[in-house]
């Protein structure tokens, strides 16, 4: 009996929980945009104007009145104002008293002010509760309902009752709260929707260095070298046999560079004997930003994989099979199928293959969409496991492609190796720490360290 009353109580709507009238200082994109939405969402909303006239743009079941007038009405006012006008608030400091102030500003860049805006309407009005909230959000989408980049909006106040209030509207919206604490975080707030990928600066430099480096090495070896010693012009390499080189080359070093910081941080907790100390700051910056150096690895797999697909048409390659076939007609003599070579080329094909499909289940994974559908042990699983096996398979396709080029002295054009060797370095060093790892002796305490054990405790932080 308790439990069907308790069904239907769950079923039943709740009539009491009315909205409250919500004031927006503000008739520009945003504050309409925002406007609109609360208003579908079941918020009676009333708009502060220096104008009171009624225009097309404002949503048609809104009101429009002054200032003060507005204010009056409702307990929660959003300032969809920039901060330089802001000062048209302090006559209105009695009638905003004890009010909650939602600020949404941003600023043209990091940094603008020594406070945040937030801060700064706090210090104006210091009778009313300010809050943080919206400034992630664009007018655009809201308006278009797009929402699916931008669901997240970022919360701050030191009034946890007025920081309620305003994340009840966020929820009412179909957007998700999070609290960011007090208005102290409103800074980084207001800095987030200005940062240009910050994640992604060291990966995307990273990969501009080591493209730079790459490709003027290969150039030296293979179109260089060639000119100068052999008078030949393989100037062509440069549209696509050079770019097919280093793109491999890439994604296997930046592969090997998403779980090297890993074995480091594994070889500091065994030498300190505790996980309570923080790693170095270039490491924490480096283990961050692994998930972006692995999708930066898997674009040059990609870009590999197609140019790989149009090497049977290329001019070059033709012109190579039929002087070939040309010329066993003329010796009238057949070479007979060397069945090495033919397992060499069978094998590194299929790593190939392997490697990049785990490379792309990896990357699939890496996807909120996907990742958050997973448990922790999935996850690791997949990013762990299937990572280092990744790695191991592609350094395998690159050492089955590349390794007649160890032993083979005349090949070193200029003393130097060929760039698939110095791909190999990375790769290798990482296999064989993890390797070294894994050995029970190391294995165990470094689960047991991992688990919050500590060789000497007094070294805890």
């Given at each position: 009996?308790?439990?069907?009353?308790?069904?239907?109580?769950?079923?039943?709507?709740?009539?009491?929980?009315?909205?409250?009238?919500?004031?927006?200082?503000?008739?520009?994109?945003?504050?309409?945009?925002?406007?609109?939405?609360?208003?579908?969402?079941?918020?009676?909303?009333?708009?502060?104007?220096?104008?009171?006239?009624?225009?097309?743009?404002?949503?048609?079941?809104?009101?429009?009145?002054?200032?003060?007038?507005?204010?009056?009405?409702?307990?929660?006012?959003?300032?969809?104002?920039?901060?330089?006008?802001?000062?048209?608030?302090?006559?209105?400091?009695?009638?905003?008293?004890?009010?909650?102030?939602?600020?949404?500003?941003?600023?043209?860049?990091?940094?603008?002010?020594?406070?945040?805006?937030?801060?700064?309407?706090?210090?104006?009005?210091?009778?009313?509760?300010?809050?943080?909230?919206?400034?992630?959000?664009?007018?655009?989408?809201?308006?278009?309902?797009?929402l699916d980049a931008s669901r997240q909006?970022?919360v701050c106040g030191d009034d946890m009752?007025?920081?309620?209030?305003?994340?009840?509207?966020?929820?009412?919206?179909?957007?998700?709260?999070?609290?960011?604490?007090?208005?102290?975080?409103?800074?980084?707030?207001?800095?987030?929707?200005?940062?240009?990928?910050?994640?992604?600066?060291?990966?995307?430099?990273?990969?501009?260095?080591?493209?730079?480096?790459?490709?003027?090495?290969?150039?030296?070896?293979?179109?260089?070298?060639?000119?100068?010693?052999?008078?030949?012009?393989?100037?062509?390499?440069?549209?696509?046999?050079?770019?097919?080189?280093?793109?491999?080359?890439?994604?296997?070093?930046?592969?090997?560079?998403?779980?090297?910081?890993?074995?480091?941080?594994?070889?500091?907790?065994?030498?300190?004997?505790?996980?309570?100390?923080?790693?170095?700051?270039?490491?924490?910056k480096w283990m961050l930003c692994r998930?972006?150096?692995?999708?930066?690895?898997?674009?040059?797999?990609?870009?590999?994989?197609?140019?790989?697909?149009?090497?049977?048409?290329?001019?070059?390659?033709?012109?190579?099979?039929?002087?070939?076939?040309?010329?066993?007609?003329?010796?009238?003599?057949?070479?007979?199928?060397?069945?090495?070579?033919?397992?060499?080329?069978?094998?590194?094909?299929?790593?190939?293959?392997?490697?990049?499909?785990?490379?792309?289940?990896?990357?699939?994974?890496?996807?909120?969409?996907?990742?958050?559908?997973?448990?922790?042990?999935?996850?690791?699983?997949?990013?762990?496991?299937?990572?280092?096996?990744?790695?191991?398979?592609?350094?395998?396709?690159?050492?089955?492609?590349?390794?007649?080029?160890?032993?083979?002295?005349?090949?070193?054009?200029?003393?130097?190796?060929?760039?698939?060797?110095?791909?190999?370095?990375?790769?290798?060093?990482?296999?064989?720490?993890?390797?070294?790892?894994?050995?029970?002796?190391?294995?165990?305490?470094?689960?047991?360290?991992?688990?919050?054990?500590?060789?000497?405790?007094?070294?805890?932080?």
């Amino acid at each position: 009996m308790t439990k069907n009353s308790s069904n239907i109580m769950a079923l039943s709507p709740n009539t009491s929980n009315k909205r409250e009238t919500v004031c927006i200082f503000g008739t520009g994109d945003f504050g309409r945009a925002l406007g609109l939405k609360m208003i579908q969402s079941g918020y009676p909303v009333v708009f502060g104007s220096r104008s009171t006239q009624t225009s097309s743009l404002i949503p048609k079941d809104a009101e429009v009145l002054s200032h003060a007038e507005a204010a009056q009405k409702a307990a929660i006012i959003i300032i969809a104002l920039q901060r330089q006008h802001y000062n048209f608030l302090i006559p209105l400091a009695e009638v905003l008293h004890g009010k909650v102030l939602v600020d949404v500003s941003n600023n043209l860049k990091i940094n603008q002010y020594p406070e945040s805006n937030a801060e700064y309407l706090s210090q104006l009005l210091p009778g009313a509760r300010v809050v943080k909230a919206f400034n992630t959000v664009s007018a655009w989408a809201l308006q278009s309902g797009t929402l699916d980049a931008s669901r997240q909006v970022f919360v701050c106040g030191d009034d946890m009752e007025a920081k309620q209030m305003v994340m009840d509207i966020v929820r009412a919206v179909g957007l998700t709260p999070l609290d960011k604490g007090s208005l102290l975080a409103a800074q980084e707030i207001e800095n987030y929707p200005l940062q240009l990928f910050p994640m992604w600066k060291f990966p995307i430099f990273l990969s501009l260095g080591l493209t730079a480096f790459f490709f003027f090495y290969c150039l030296a070896l293979d179109v260089i070298y060639p000119y100068v010693y052999q008078n030949k012009d393989f100037s062509f390499f440069i549209v696509i046999s050079i770019p097919n080189r280093i793109c491999p080359i890439l994604a296997l070093i930046l592969l090997a560079l998403v779980y090297l910081p890993g074995v480091l941080a594994a070889i500091i907790q065994l030498y300190r004997g505790t996980k309570y100390r923080r790693f170095p700051d270039w490491l924490d910056k480096w283990m961050l930003c692994r998930k972006q150096l692995g999708l930066v690895a898997l674009a040059f797999a990609s870009v590999h994989v197609l140019y790989t697909l149009v090497i049977p048409i290329r001019s070059y390659v033709r012109w190579r099979i039929s002087s070939h076939t040309i010329s066993q007609a003329l010796n009238n003599k057949t070479e007979p199928l060397n069945t090495t070579n033919a397992w060499l080329s069978d094998s590194y094909v299929a790593l190939g293959i392997l490697g990049f499909f785990f490379f792309f289940l990896l990357g699939i994974t890496s996807l909120p969409s996907v990742s958050n559908n997973v448990n922790w042990r999935e996850f690791r699983f997949v990013q762990s496991k299937l990572g280092y096996l990744t790695l191991i398979l592609c350094t395998a396709h690159t050492l089955v492609y590349g390794g007649k080029w160890f032993l083979n002295l005349s090949l070193y054009k200029w003393y130097l190796p060929h760039a698939y060797m110095l791909s190999l370095i990375v790769p290798c060093i990482v296999l064989v720490i993890k390797f070294v790892l894994i050995f029970p002796c190391l294995d165990k305490p470094l689960t047991q360290i991992r688990q919050g054990w500590e060789r000497n405790p007094k070294y805890s932080e």
